[in-house]
């Protein structure tokens, strides 16, 4: 220790995220006393979030569900969800790659709730960031599509171990891409056995009904 | 790149306790195994948000990785979860709760102070 300086250890022990938990707790009893099942969807750009919501809001009926829409920029998103008569607020996070607790606590005051059962929120398309924060869901479905390849789930673990249920889009190119769905399960049975799959495609829209009815069980459970 | 997130985060919660110190000469945290932190990419980070500000010059980050931890409800044991394997590895079932892996703490931070 230099004679001129007095050095000092400080013990912390503090939770680095604790802003963003407090408020992921907060969102989760508002969701909660309001009976409404808030889904966080996630998954890669382009791996079919939007479609999947698209296919899905028929079934669960549109005026049952609000959605939050995440993007670095634009609005392309959610004008896909307003054109289904479905309430929807955009976040543009300029740049960061994933939402937080924060964002979706404004998004909510923005969004008239009444009548809502279903609030469906679109993460930004990443397989990593996401993961690292809470928003107050109570599910998170995961989105991963045919062309993205089998070893997603080995690649970037901690996505798929956090997941409660996972959606494989665009099964209707199997028959052109070399991707092996018992390898992909495989994968899937070591990270996260509990994971229970569904497989869909948008050239036929029925596919997401098991899904549908799957989101429909877990809004009536217990939480 | 949440690495940027968490600098940001760490600063909001060191800044209000540094009231009349010169320097942070060290900072402890911990990570859990799932939060998937970066060494590198969190000093980078956090020496671009700190540029310029003689309080954080040479701050060393010093970062432990805590390994994912899980409970078997069949048998109850529990143990570090390797390479994300979710299987008992006492009884071999799969049913497994995680108990640990998504830390992210400040432990403590060293600071020196002109006397």
């Known amino acids: 220790m230099c004679d001129e300086h007095k050095h000092e250890i400080i013990t912390l022990e503090e939770n680095i995220l604790k802003d963003n938990d407090t408020r992921a707790a907060e969102n989760r009893s508002f969701f909660r006393e309001k009976e409404i099942l808030a889904v966080n969807i996630t998954g890669s750009p382009g791996s079919g979030k939007t479609t999947f919501l698209e296919m899905l809001i028929p079934h669960l009926g549109k005026d049952n569900i609000a959605v939050i829409e995440g993007d670095l920029e634009g609005d392309i998103d959610s004008h896909r969800m307003e054109s289904l ?31 809502t059962k279903y609030l469906f929120i679109e993460n930004v398309g990443n397989l990593i960031c996401p993961t690292f924060f809470d928003l107050g869901e109570d599910m998170r479905i995961i989105i991963s599509s045919v062309p993205e390849g089998e070893d997603k789930p080995a690649k970037y673990p901690p996505m798929f171990v956090s997941g409660s249920m996972l959606v494989l889009t665009k099964i209707d190119l199997l028959p052109y891409i070399d991707f092996s769905s018992e390898k992909f399960r495989d994968h899937l049975s070591r990270i996260n056995p509990k994971l229970p799959v569904f497989e869909v495609t948008s050239k036929k829209p029925e596919t997401v009904i098991p899904v549908a009815k799957a989101i429909k069980k877990q809004s009536k459970e217990p939480r | 790149m949440h690495e940027t997130g968490i600098a940001r985060r760490l600063l909001s919660v060191i800044y209000p306790m540094l009231d009349g110190k010169k ?14 932190v970066q060494k590198d990419l969190l000093e980078t980070a956090f020496s671009t948000l700190t540029r310029g500000d003689k309080r954080f010059k040479d701050t060393i980050l010093e970062i432990e990785i805590k390994p994912v931890r899980g409970k078997c409800n069949t048998c109850q044991s529990e143990f570090d979860i390797k390479n994300f394997e979710m299987r008992c590895p006492f009884c071999g079932e799969t049913s497994i709760d995680i108990t640990g892996g998504y830390e992210s703490e400040i432990v403590e931070m060293e600071v020196v102070e002109d006397v």
């Open chain 1, 85 to 115: 008569g479905v309430r929807t607020v955009q976040i543009n996070t300029k740049g960061a790659c994933h939402l937080n607790a924060h964002l979706i606590s404004r998004a909510i005051e923005k969004l008239d709730l009444n009548g």
């Open chain 2, 23 to 36: 320097q942070v000469t060290r900072i402890k945290l911990r990570f859990g195994e799932l939060k998937m």
